[in-house]
């Protein structure tokens, strides 16, 4: 017969709460829970669970087994019991019940009575006047703090997160060194956390930076109509739905308070009403955050000479040479991919055409200040960033890294500025027009050329060297010394953008698997685009490239273009500077619109250069895959010099697309890269010094993405956009040989390179 436990303040011993305890003459006993069934045999242990009914004290129950049990005997099982987690133990004023039964189940708690006399703070931001939040709190159970007074954790019910109040909300609580958890119950997607603490994970404005990608539409209509911050949608969600939200919050805010920590509390979780899925978003702390990091880190970075390390070259496997494989790169950021959270949506195949084309899309968004307009709708970049490679896992991290680039090159206001003009500072200055390369005469006919074609062709204004402007420093690799370049040629949508002198673009940009592999790939895409232009303006005829047939993945490009209706050959389009670059060429057999589609590609390896180019082509394909409709083209994009270019170029009237009649197709011309990246940057940095070029580096690499970006400048190297200023392009060719006077400008390619 059990007695009462005494009133000595020991804690009473039991079978764990959420365990049903069972026995029967000549059976073990057996420990019961939903998911699993324990057995415990042996005499002795059935003589003691009938005393583990959780009203006896250690004493008690020692005392109340004797004589059948020795002392030491039971102090030992109950020791065992413990131990194996299928015995609580309870201080005498806790009463049992379904909450203790839950927390032993869970395991989550450090104690039964872990979070008694924590106090929460209720704070609904919604417009329900009523007390649902503050009814849902005292139905589950927890201690409402007093209004205005200290509390443990702070709950705010909210229609949006990006609601300025929780910017307010955030800092007091910073300040006081409070933590708080967000949670909305509108809509169709329930959302819960992360909890904000002090000195823990990131904050608020970490999230909200993240948030803002995904609603630039929005914020640009708010900024047309006047207004600030986000729009006030209407509130959409059943009672139910409500309900399930504020419940399943306080569910983690009673974990949370009763001393639990996960690393799952610091992302933000979302419940579909419509299906009854959850997601987990991860939440991370900026570094450079005004609020909770360093805010001069880009500062720092920026303003600091660019040092090359050693980095030996680990991947020659796709399109270059590596000092990281592609897999190490998702690994090492896929976690910047998310659809709510992420730096990038998703990756995703581009569905049209066959797959071997690997052409992937990874969509990102230009950060924006809220307090400043939103970034233009239109920018002279191709959107969504594309990735291009041999194989899958190539082109994804292509295109991951193409998203990062240019979410990399977007001004944030962190960066380093000097105010002056470039007469005051020319002395450290880099004149726009170097890099820009525009031809006066297209500054004297830029409105009629500007109303005609595309943002990728746009004529910036004469460049006023009196006016003032941000300057940033960019590192001379060639020099080694800081010199100046105006903001808006470096970053997309800069405060001068306005003023439309400069024009910054993705050329010269370049993401790498480290620092020395984004400055070396940087240089040859501004090699490649330089060679291209002298090539494509001038309308030379080069000498063809074999596509050799023994390469496995070459052949099955041939023959995958083929089975569309396609021919393929390529171009050797290398320059005085002997860096070998290659152009593909693919047109369609037997139609009328030839639809020509072009890929590029420069490096020191020339069997990469021609790769890097027949990828490339491939990724130019998808808008192309559809047969055309009665003789026509088949383009499904709105780019008009693309448009005009599909609608009427022919390798008839466009002959310098084909290989030079007289000379006959040879395999491109092969250098020795180091093997070592920091070392081909110095191989590069040499080569252009020779022929009189200036390699001006700026790091563009973001605290909070970790991804290395380089922005390289080379005055003089021309883009391949319609720049027809003095200089390389009408000097190189005939200096090669491939002209016997420099092209007149009016007889520069009416077509401006498209791609």
Not at 182 to 206: I, K, N, Q, Y
Request: net charge neutral; aromatic share 6%.
């Amino acid at each position: 017969m059990n007695r009462p436990a005494p009133d000595d303040g020991l804690p009473r011993l039991g079978f764990a709460p959420h365990l049903r305890v069972e026995s029967a003459p000549g059976e073990p006993v057996f420990l019961m829970t939903e998911e699993r069934v324990t057995t415990l045999g042996g005499e002795q242990v059935a003589l003691l669970a009938p005393l583990l009914d959780g009203s006896r004290d250690l004493p008690r129950i020692v005392a109340d087994a004797a004589p059948a049990l020795s002392p030491e005997r039971t102090e030992r099982l109950v020791a065992r019991l413990l131990d194996a987690g299928l015995l609580s133990a309870c201080p005498p004023d806790v009463p049992a019940g379904p909450e203790r039964a839950y927390w032993a189940l869970t395991g989550l708690a450090a104690g039964p009575d872990a979070g008694r006399g924590a106090l929460l703070a209720p704070v609904d931001l919604t417009e329900d006047s009523g007390g649902t939040l503050c009814e849902a709190v005292t139905a589950a159970g927890l201690r409402t703090a007093a209004a205005g007074g200290p509390a443990d954790l702070t709950l705010a019910l909210c229609h949006d997160y990006l609601d300025p109040r929780l910017s307010a909300l955030d800092a007091e609580h910073r300040a006081a060194g409070r933590s708080w958890l967000p949670v909305r119950a509108s809509g169709t997607h329930l959302w819960v956390g992360p909890f904000f603490s002090p000195g823990e994970g990131p904050c608020w404005s970490c999230l909200a930076d993240r948030l803002r990608l995904r609603r630039r539409g929005e914020a640009y209509v708010q900024h047309r109509l006047g207004r600030g911050g986000p729009a006030g949608h209407r509130p959409s969600y059943l009672p139910t739905g409500r309900a399930a939200a504020l419940h399943l919050a306080l569910l983690e805010a009673a974990k949370w308070l009763a001393g639990h920590r996960d690393p799952q509390q610091g992302t933000l979780w979302r419940l579909d009403t419509r299906t009854l899925e959850s997601s987990r978003h991860p939440v991370r702390r900026r570094p450079q955050c005004a609020r909770c990091g360093d805010p001069l880190l880009v500062r720092d970075r920026v303003s600091a000479p660019v040092v090359l390390s050693p980095r030996p070259v680990r991947d020659t496997s796709g399109g270059g040479h590596r000092t990281a494989g592609p897999q190490e790169v998702l690994d090492r950021y896929g976690h910047l991919v998310d659809p709510v959270t992420g730096l990038v949506g998703e990756i995703r195949r581009d569905p049209r055409g066959p797959e071997f084309l690997n052409c992937f899309h990874a969509g990102a968004q230009p950060p924006w200040d809220p307090a400043e307009p939103p970034p233009a709708l239109h920018t002279p970049l191709r959107s969504p960033g594309s990735g291009k490679g041999v194989t899958e896992t190539h082109a994804k991290v292509s295109a991951l890294a193409e998203a990062l680039e240019r979410y990399s090159g977007y001004f944030q206001g962190d960066e380093p500025r000097l105010r002056g003009s470039y007469r005051e500072l020319a002395d450290r200055a880099v004149h726009p027009d170097t890099v820009q390369l525009f031809d006066r005469r297209q500054f004297a006919d830029r409105a009629a050329w500007n109303r005609a074609h595309g943002p990728f062709q746009q004529v910036t204004e004469p460049f006023d060297e009196d006016a003032p402007l941000d300057w940033t420093p960019v590192w001379s690799l060639t020099e080694e010394r800081q010199r100046l370049a105006p903001t808006s040629l470096l970053y997309y949508n800069a405060p001068d953008a306005e003023t439309r002198y400069c024009r910054a673009t993705s050329n010269g940009a370049a993401a790498g698997t480290s620092l020395e592999d984004a400055v070396v790939h940087g240089c040859l895409e501004l090699v490649e685009r330089d060679a291209v232009a002298l090539w494509w303006y001038n309308r030379t005829r080069q000498p063809g490239v074999v596509l050799d047939r023994r390469d496995e993945w070459t052949a099955g490009t041939r023959a995958s273009l083929r089975d569309m209706g396609r021919s393929v050959w390529a171009l050797d389009l290398t320059s005085d500077l002997g860096i070998p670059v290659v152009a593909a060429v693919s047109a369609r057999i037997g139609e009328p619109a030839e639809d020509v589609v072009l890929g590029f590609g420069a490096h020191f390896d020339a069997r990469i250069a021609l790769r890097r180019a027949l990828t490339e082509l491939n990724q130019m394909l998808p808008p192309l895959t559809g047969g055309p409709a009665g003789g026509g083209t088949a383009y499904t994009g709105d780019d008009p010099e693309a448009l005009a270019w599909f609608r009427h170029a022919t390798t008839a009237n466009q002959p310098y697309l084909l290989p030079a009649a007289r000379r006959s197709a040879r395999p491109p011309a092969a250098l020795r890269p180091p093997a070592d990246a920091a070392a081909q940057a110095g191989a590069l940095v040499e080569l252009l010094r020779r022929h009189g070029l200036d390699v001006l580096v700026l790091d563009q690499t973001r605290p909070d993405v970790e991804l290395p970006v380089a922005k390289v400048l080379i005055p003089g190297l021309r883009p391949h956009w319609a720049g027809f200023g003095p200089g390389r392009l009408f000097d190189v060719p005939v200096a090669l040989g491939r002209l016997t006077r420099p092209t007149d400008f009016t007889e520069l390619n009416p077509f401006p390179l498209h791609l």
